[in-house]
């Protein structure tokens, strides 16, 4: 069966500028986990999603990171005025829910110029 | 505060000889205990989970893990080390609640023929 896909897998974008970032999960999965993953470091957590609401989004760095999962399925991640610190490789997951492992996607690199 | 520690970037192996790569983790509560590796340009992958029960677990390709909640340890270990076995290994740990989860920084298992 499909897995969980990212779309684009590359983005290259200049510095102020807006991008978005798609997860598709597995389908009939509840939770949808984004994470950063900077090299050299494990992924770290950036917010969770209980069907369509955020349930944690403790790990947003700030209020130029946003996430959405209107219809409980397909999520986006935005970012607004990117700096070059948000150069990173931004990994989606999903799960059918507690005590099951993730299911990651295979990432998109960003690199903000 | 939560964390998850992985105390080796590197561990180095031969061949058939046996392999543990370390984690130890800071949690409150009754944690729920993962392990994942990440091949080169692949997504993670996951290869074991504790959640209760023996502390033994058991997991894909032949690795295993055991749970020492004393020791807040859950090394993952395998018999015989294959040179398809290099990979970075990722140690994550979450809670029952929130579900939220943490990720060691990764080891890099280099296996030598």
């Known amino acids: 069966g499909a897995g969980v896909s990212q779309t684009p897998s590359n983005k290259v974008t200049e510095k102020g500028k807006y991008v978005e970032l798609r997860c598709d999960p597995i389908?009939?999965?509840?939770?949808l986990y984004w994470y950063r993953q900077s090299l050299g470091q494990g992924p770290e957590f950036l917010i969770y999603f209980q069907g369509t609401g955020a349930a944690d989004d403790s790990g947003l760095p700030n209020d130029r990171f946003f996430a959405v999962r209107p219809e409980g399925s397909v999520s986006t991640l935005k970012i607004q005025r990117t700096e070059r610190g948000d150069s990173a490789v931004y990994l989606c997951?999903?799960?059918?829910?507690?005590?099951?492992?993730?299911?990651f996607g295979p990432g998109t690199r960003l690199t903000v110029l | 505060a939560q964390s998850v520690a992985q105390p080796e970037d590197q561990v180095n192996v031969a061949e058939g000889n046996p392999l543990t790569v370390k984690c130890t983790y800071s949690v409150s509560g009754n944690p729920y205990l993962f392990w994942y590796v990440q091949y080169p340009n692949r997504g993670l992958q996951f290869l074991l989970k504790?959640?209760?029960?023996?502390?033994l677990v058991k997991g894909s390709y032949g690795f295993e893990a055991e749970f020492n909640k004393s020791q807040t340890s859950f090394h993952l270990k395998k018999p015989s080390a294959l040179v398809s076995d290099s990979a970075l290994y990722f140690c994550a740990v979450s809670r029952p609640t929130p579900n939220k989860f943490y990720f060691g920084s990764g080891t890099k298992l280099n296996v030598k023929p």
């Open positions: 997951a999903s799960s059918p829910g507690q005590p099951n492992e993730q299911f």
């Open positions: 504790y959640i209760t029960g023996d502390n």
């Open positions: 389908s009939g999965h509840t939770a």
